[in-house]
């Protein structure tokens, strides 16, 4: 994707609590979605962007990691959510 700066150094800890959450809408979700559906099918890694922060989540993830879909009603709420979570420890 676009603005990522692949020569940036993480500046954490892999110990360190960060998290960074940004709404995003029809274009993005679009854009955010084609891009992790391509990085799976071509087997690399996927390169977004959220808030100005380059995230980068390495293709051994999309094998290895807990991904799970969430559907959920809640006072009148619906939520979907996709969601996964690796340890780097854990993909080699």
Avoid: H
């Amino acid at each position: 994707m676009e603005n990522f700066d692949t020569n940036a150094q993480p500046t954490r800890k892999s110990s360190d609590k960060f998290e960074l959450k940004d709404y995003i809408q029809g274009d993005q979700v679009k854009v955010i979605l084609r891009e992790w559906l391509n990085a799976l099918e071509e087997d690399r890694d996927l390169e977004v962007t959220i808030k100005g922060e380059n995230c980068k989540i390495p293709k051994e993830a999309f094998r290895m990691a807990r991904t799970k879909a969430e559907y959920e009603i809640k006072n009148g709420e619906y939520e979907f959510e996709l969601e996964m979570k690796w340890r780097p420890s854990q993909l080699s």
